[in-house]
């Protein structure tokens, strides 16, 4: 019921926020005007804006933030760590330096191009962190992260110096700064959609699985779950949905955090039963964050990953000072 | 994490003799590292060239590049590579994690976001000094209370301090979007750590910075060294612990906030260079003075490939450090999880 209720609020809210995506920024618009832009393929003022830049802009915050609510849950969910998140762990900047690898060694120019480097740098980033810290065992919640956030600081002066290095990069880069949805190309989120999906597929299928491993390796596989092969396709999922938001949003931090958090206290740890709601929610954090970076700073902008951490950064804190103690 | 690697049955004359020898030898690093970037660079000069300009002979052009540009980012990288290593050095020994470098847990952060408030919001031609010294204290002075709460888990306060810094880096990338485009233009390198704008004035703040807190470090040296037999046998050798922790935390807090105010965030050296000085001195305890000249000489040797190795690009030295620092850090995590 209660899954439910917040499922039906979370659907409101992506709605509400849509809305709103769609009418702020520096030159606002009545939602009347917006619905009627909308509608219409009348090319005035208010149609341009919220055709060429504000649908494309908006789709792809929903579209990263979904990826990366359910990524998030299912990290939490392997590792067993309340900690995880793909921004945190490195994921995010090896899907990133994948991304600027295409552009800067290889000229590629499209997302639908650079997805495939994202997720090889997504899943090499993966691998070494998970090696590096042996996530799954109890009450080891402090390796992974630590060894997450040197492989992050690494990967992220890695990105720095090649954006630096080169010019055309840094033209490409621009459209795609840190965690920003600004000057979005119309079909990025079209690009990476098939990989998003194929993410969120893979987690359907594998979700079972995972619920079931909670209970134990051996409960699970008289169950008839096969550990080894829930977690490597779990692996997998979260690969794809980092690489998919990666390449389409820029390395953004936090969302899977407060995503796994949000979902745990209010309806609890299964995933199968809440990958919905993880979607929905990091759908409409990630949309929040962008539409609040938007206002607080007219005429300028804050990209969406700095408000993420504003929020994430805090609960990060809170989660550490309060297990301790 | 430090484990003492070295059996203690090393004779002690032995072990002086090969801490002055690693010392020696990475002074002649930094020498010839010094030497190329004096030499090398957009404008070559000849090593006879530099002698002049540094007699005050030289034509204006070289020594210009000579003692305006060259000497001073020389000298400002020795005084804050030794300031970071000093202040990694007095965190690392009060701590006894190698992780609690004020990089790592939120100082250097506190110190940019105290320096970008000052520069942004308060004064924005004024020495951004003041503002990296408060926001450091601040930044410690937080950092403590958590560790008070957290107790006993030294683990959890790095992880809290962690858990600080990206909520100051946030703090800091909004100040940058709200600061005025020519001040933010100048932050933004500044915020990644870089030697470019360095001046005479600058090397002085740090030489004088370095001379007061170097000196209060001398005096308490003896009682420093206490400290790492544990707080109660320094207690019994007459150490009141309570004061001296509070007056090292401050003067390494004063240490990092100086050599951020100058040159930005600069990650990972307060972290390694106290690590490689124990490690080639072999020394049991986290050696003061062998940090500050290793912190030096890394940070010269870091400043003069990031100037020469993509050149004519010039890559802010804080980006190196943070390559080469991150894969290290990560290394450590990795090695001691095994």
């Known amino acids: 019921m209660r899954l439910v209720i917040l499922t039906v609020a979370m659907v409101v809210a992506v709605i509400v926020l849509t809305v709103a995506s769609l009418a702020v920024g520096s030159r606002a618009l009545a939602p009347a005007e917006v619905i009627a832009a909308l509608f219409s393929d009348r090319r005035d003022a208010a149609g341009v804006i919220v055709h060429e830049l504000r649908v494309p802009r908006t789709l792809t915050a929903l579209l990263a933030g979904a990826c990366l609510g359910v990524a998030g849950v299912l990290m939490q969910a392997v590792t067993r760590n309340p900690l995880a998140d793909p921004g945190l762990l490195g994921v995010n900047a090896g899907a990133a330096v994948g991304v600027v690898v295409a552009i800067a060694f290889f000229g590629v120019g499209t997302a639908s191009g650079y997805v495939w480097f994202a997720f090889a740098g997504a899943a090499s980033a993966a691998l070494l962190v998970n090696a590096a810290a042996r996530p799954g065992r109890r009450g080891d919640t402090v390796g992974l992260i630590l060894a997450g956030v040197a492989l992050s600081a690494c990967l992220g002066a890695v990105v720095r ?42 987690t359907l299928m594998i979700a079972r699985g995972l619920d079931q491993l909670r209970l134990g390796t051996d409960l699970a596989r008289s169950l008839g779950t096969s550990p080894a092969l829930t977690i490597v396709g779990a692996g997998a999922a979260i690969t794809l949905l980092c690489a998919a938001a990666t390449s389409a949003a820029g390395p953004l931090a936090f969302i899977g955090l407060i995503v796994a958090h949000i979902v745990r206290r209010t309806v609890g740890g299964d995933v199968r039963s809440t990958i919905v709601l993880a979607a929905l929610s990091g759908a409409a954090l990630t949309l929040a964050s962008d539409v609040i970076g938007r206002v607080i700073a007219i005429p300028g902008e804050v990209e969406a990953g700095i408000v993420a951490a504003f929020v994430g950064a805090p609960l990060l804190l809170w989660l550490v000072v309060r297990r301790a103690s | 994490m430090i484990a003492a690697s070295h059996p203690p049955s090393r004779t002690l004359p032995r072990r002086r003799r090969r801490a002055t020898l690693v010392v020696g030898v990475t002074i002649a690093i930094a020498v010839l590292a010094a030497i190329a970037g004096l030499t090398t660079g957009s404008f070559d000069t000849s090593l006879s060239d530099v002698a002049s300009a540094l007699m005050g002979t030289a034509d204006g052009r070289t020594t210009v590049v000579v003692m305006g540009m060259r000497v001073p ?115 933004d390198q500044w915020l990644h750590g870089s030697l470019v704008a360095t001046t005479l004035t600058d090397v002085a703040l740090l030489v004088g910075a370095l001379g007061v807190l170097g000196l209060v470090l001398v005096l308490v040296h003896r009682d420093f060294r206490t400290l790492e037999l544990g707080d109660d046998t320094a207690r019994s050798l007459g150490v009141r612990i309570g004061r001296l922790r509070l007056l090292l935390v401050v003067v390494a807090a004063l240490l990092t906030g100086t050599a951020t105010a100058v040159a930005g965030p600069i990650g ?69 999880r095994r």
């Open chain 1, 161 to 202: 110096i090649i954006t630096l290095a080169d010019d055309d990069t840094f033209e490409s880069f621009r459209f795609w700064a840190v965690g920003s949805f600004e000057r979005r190309d119309a079909d990025v989120a079209a690009q990476v959609l098939p990989f998003a999906i194929a993410g969120l597929i893979l």
């Open chain 2, 268 to 336: 990972f050296i307060a972290l390694a260079a106290p690590q490689l000085a124990r490690r080639t001195m072999g020394t049991s305890g986290i050696p003061l003075w062998g940090s500050a000249v290793t912190g030096a000489t890394v940070l010269l040797v870091a400043d003069v490939i990031a100037q020469r190795a993509l050149a004519p690009l010039q890559i802010p030295v804080g980006l190196l450090t943070a390559v080469v620092g991150g894969a290290y850090l990560f290394w450590i995590v990795a090695r001691t």
């Open chain 2, 73 to 187: 980012r020389m000298l400002a990288a020795l005084a804050i590579g030794a300031a970071l290593g000093l202040a990694g050095a007095v965190f690392q020994t009060l701590a006894r994690n190698p992780l609690a470098s004020p990089d790592i847990i939120g100082f250097s952060a506190g110190s940019a976001t105290g320096a970008l408030v000052g520069l942004t919001l308060i004064a924005p031609t004024a020495s951004p000094a003041a503002g990296a010294w408060i926001g450091g204290i601040l930044t410690v002075v937080v950092v403590m209370a958590i560790a008070r709460s957290v107790g006993v888990s030294r683990e959890r306060t790095i992880l809290a301090g962690i858990a600080l810094s990206t909520l100051l880096a946030a703090v800091n990338d909004y100040l940058l979007t709200r600061a005025p485009i020519e001040i933010a233009r100048n932050a």
